[in-house]
T-cell receptor, first 111, second 116 residues
């Protein structure tokens, strides 16, 4: 079965420090992977997806098929990055399957 | 218009009440979703409509009844709810279903439901 694991419930860093939010997945095929972010009192929104290979708000994520990981990274954290981050997967070989979310990691950036 | 709009933002209801949550999108998306989210937890999928037909029902109790009147609207009818149903109910839409674009969901701000 497909599964997304985010091992950290909470990650606390200081402003300017590097950030890495971990995501591991379990899926036998080639998945599409996403990071969603939910800022306080704002709607859940897509941050980035692996197929576009973009950098959004300074965040990047690289799909490592060997390690089945899709960690989210930012070299210098900002206080406004504080939010809940969800890693999500969608199987590409199964029609009619909805997005599978991990349990989420709360990122807290303090000055 | 690139937003998903949900009404009401807040709803308080008793266990014998009947109420409805509404969701609207005008992006031409063909799939719409209802999720339930408890505090500090990921969204839990409840229902998916694709092309106005129910595609997924995640074994949701019958006290929750979805309806998709047209491709832009999605309702969730509530009846005889329990206090444990109190949560944030999120509506989302995606461009397609079972094809590319299914992973990119556009979420509404949610309807915060309290059942007394």
């Amino acid at each position: 079965a497909q599964r997304v694991t985010q091992p950290e419930k909470l990650l606390s860093v200081f402003k300017g420090a590097p950030v890495e939010l971990k995501c591991n997945y379990s899926y036998s095929g080639s998945p599409e992977l996403f990071w969603y972010v939910q800022y306080s009192r704002q709607r859940l929104q897509l941050l980035l997806r692996h197929i576009s290979r973009e950098s959004i708000k300074g965040f990047t994520a690289d799909l490592n098929k060997g390690e089945t990981s899709f960690h989210l990274k930012k070299p210098f954290a900002q206080e406004e990055d504080s939010a809940m981050y969800y890693c999500a997967l969608i199987p590409t070989n199964q029609a009619g399957t909805a997005l599978i979310f991990g349990k989420g990691t709360t990122l807290s950036v303090s000055s | 218009d690139t937003e998903v709009t949900q009404t009401p933002k807040h709803l308080v209801m008793g266990m014998t009440n009947k109420k409805s949550l509404k969701c609207e999108q005008h992006m031409g998306h063909r799939a719409m979703y209802w999720y339930k989210q408890k505090a500090k937890k990921p969204p839990e999928l409840m229902f998916v409509y694709s092309y106005e037909k129910l595609s997924i029902n995640e074994s949701v109790p019958s006290r929750f009844s979805p309806e998709c009147p047209n491709s832009s609207l999605l309702n969730l009818h509530l009846h005889a709810l329990q206090p444990e149903d109190s949560a944030l109910y999120l509506c989302a839409s995606s461009q397609g279903w079972g094809t590319g674009g299914t992973g990119e969901l556009f979420f509404g701000e949610g309807s915060r439901l309290t059942v007394l």
